[in-house]
């Protein structure tokens, strides 16, 4: 009868229907993936994967991996380490496993490891601009510390008594790489380095 075909062609197309989609996942699934991982490769491997920060150093972000699409979200591993850009150097610090899942309520994630931050760190120490000379140009007038021997006349007077009168320079560099710490609480960093005073000579020396 009419009822009994249409219950049976009802089952068939559900049960059909069902088979097809589960078909199409299987096969067009791994298919799309195998297209887009192939084009999103072809396109960056043809890309600059490196960016001049300043005249010091550039960013490098060279693909550790080839990007690939899986069932929660598309993935692109790349270097992300800061070089000095006359001397190119590994650095040293150890480097961080990045996670392996995403948070599916968020559009992009973009991991950033202690490692890169300390590449930067140890670029810009090799580079040797982490130095400042800082002079009596560089003190605000309402700062009442003249930068000169007269104002150590009475704490160090063998100081003035050699160089009398003289302006002061004071040196400030660091020592080592400034490093980083990335925790649950928020990015530290520390940096170490010494303080020198110059006294300006009348040549232009120190």
Known sequence: GKMSDIYFYNLFNHATASAVKAALNDQ???LISRELN????SILSSLDL?????SFCYIDY????PPFVDNDAFFVNGKGEIFNRQAPEECPSPKQELPATV???RMVSLWVTEYMLNTAGFAYQTTGMLQYNLTSHDIPSTVPIPMDT????TFIPPLYEAYPDRNLTLWIRSTEPVSFEVA????????EGVIEWLVNMEDGSY
């Open 50 to 54: 490196t960016t001049n920060i300043d």
């Open 38 to 41: 192939s084009d999103i490769n």
């Open 28 to 30: 067009l699934c791994p």
């Open 103 to 105: 948070n599916k309520d």
């Open 184 to 191: 649950t609480d928020g990015v530290s960093g520390k940096a």
């Open 62 to 65: 060279t693909l550790v991996e």
């Open 150 to 153: 007269g104002f150590f006349k």
